[in-house]
């Protein structure tokens, strides 16, 4: 259900923008007049019961653990299926109206995973535009009344039923079979682009994408049928269903008066949503700066990156809860950084097996290091956002702000 949110929010940006003009953080063109106005009085409303929801860290939070809950019990754990996971996890970290930042994200991962030089970057966001926008513009009449209907049932603290769901599968079927054919066609198309490392990897996602998608074409023909379960969509202990489940639906009320019901934070994934509610912070990795510490008292840590955090925490004075979302920011990046180093190293190890030396082991070499970059740009960019107005003067030289 979430992807094909996703699309449609996708889409919705790029038949009323067009595709962006480059790579990675190229803006969206001057709006078009592609949709008809109907279609985005209807997306509108669906976006004001999005904002609906309350603060975008918590519903992050829930997302995030009913996400790990559904890759556990469906056995999706190869590293493709973990790739999936970091994908759909970091798009879904960007609120859904920062269209942008979520395509950004999408195939800035992509982009790193494949290690795409600009041209191929360019291609696969350019042909992704393209069948996100044919997608919207072909179901969004169907599909924006079912995604509001979504939205806003949560946002009111009921529990979904299987009448509901059932009525959503049936009317979303086309539309996730022609996303499906659809970008299919666009991975295709990319492959004869690819060098034979590139597409080992691709094929090998590829199939691993077809195994879920499967399973989830087989458990939508049951939701189609009334056979829906919570531990489908990993909330079976999602507090809005418990209690949905144990109140009679004259108990169940709507929001309350100051903003949309928020349940309590889910049993499983609760460090996440924890970490949104500026609960407890995780430990930070061996030598960072724990909350509460000051910087003096760690160890010096022989990751740079990790430095750059707890110097960056150090000016900026940041409380628990913010030194917890900057070590999970940091935890993010350097996670897929020693992943790419590790693919560099086999990479380079299969080319030398195969003769291939110096000039070859130069160039994957750069683009190694460029996706590294852009990931330590990345970790930046969500520091950033953490000072608050005050912290920012307080930081300043003193005669600064004169």
Request: glycine letters at 8%; proline letters at 7%.
């Amino acid at each position: 259900m979430r992807w094909l949110l996703t699309i449609v929010l996708a889409g919705a940006a790029c038949a009323q923008n067009g595709p962006p003009e480059g790579p990675r953080g190229g803006r969206m063109r001057d709006p078009g007049e592609e949709a008809p106005r109907p279609l985005f009085e209807q997306f509108r409303t669906m976006m004001r019961a999005v904002r609906e929801l309350g603060p975008w860290e918590q519903q992050h939070a829930y997302i995030q653990s009913a996400l790990t809950d559904v890759y556990q019990q469906n056995g999706w754990t190869s590293e493709s299926d973990q790739f999936s996971f970091q994908l759909i996890d970091a798009v879904h970290s960007v609120p859904p109206w920062d269209f942008q930042g979520r395509m950004d994200t999408l195939f800035g991962l992509v982009s790193d995973r494949y290690l795409l030089d600009e041209e191929q970057e360019q291609m696969l966001r350019e042909r992704s535009f393209e069948a996100l926008r044919d997608v919207f513009m072909a179901h969004a009449a169907d599909a924006l009344p079912v995604f509001t209907e979504f939205v806003q049932t949560r946002a009111s603290g009921v529990g979904f039923t299987p009448e509901q769901v059932a009525r959503w599968a049936q009317t979303l079927a086309p539309m996730s079979e022609t996303a499906r054919r659809r970008f299919t066609g666009v991975m295709n198309e990319m492959l004869p682009t690819l060098d034979p490392t590139q597409q080992e990897l691709l094929r090998s996602d590829m199939a691993a994408a077809e195994r879920r998608l499967e399973r989830v074409t087989e458990m939508r023909q049951r939701w189609a049928q009334g056979q829906w379960s919570p531990s489908d969509w990993g909330l079976d202990r999602d507090p809005i269903q418990q209690r949905a489940a144990i109140q009679r639906p004259a108990d169940v009320t709507a929001a309350p008066e100051d903003g949309a019901a928020q349940p309590p934070l889910p049993a499983r994934g609760e460090r996440a949503a924890g970490a949104a509610e500026g609960g407890s912070p995780e430990p930070a990795p061996a030598g960072a700066v724990e909350p509460g510490r000051r910087a003096s008292a760690a160890a010096a840590d022989p990751d740079p990156w990790a430095r750059h955090v707890r110097e960056f925490i150090a000016k900026y004075g940041l409380d628990d809860a913010q030194q917890q979302s900057a070590w999970a920011a940091y935890r993010s990046v350097a996670q897929r950084r020693d992943l790419l180093r590790k693919r560099q190293q086999q990479q380079e190890e299969a080319a030398a097996r195969r003769g291939g030396v110096g000039a070859a082991n130069a160039s994957l070499g750069q683009r190694y290091d460029a996706a590294v970059e852009r990931l330590f740009g990345q970790l930046k960019k969500r520091l950033e956002g953490l000072p608050t107005r005050a912290q920012r003067r307080a930081a300043e030289p003193a005669g600064a702000a004169s």
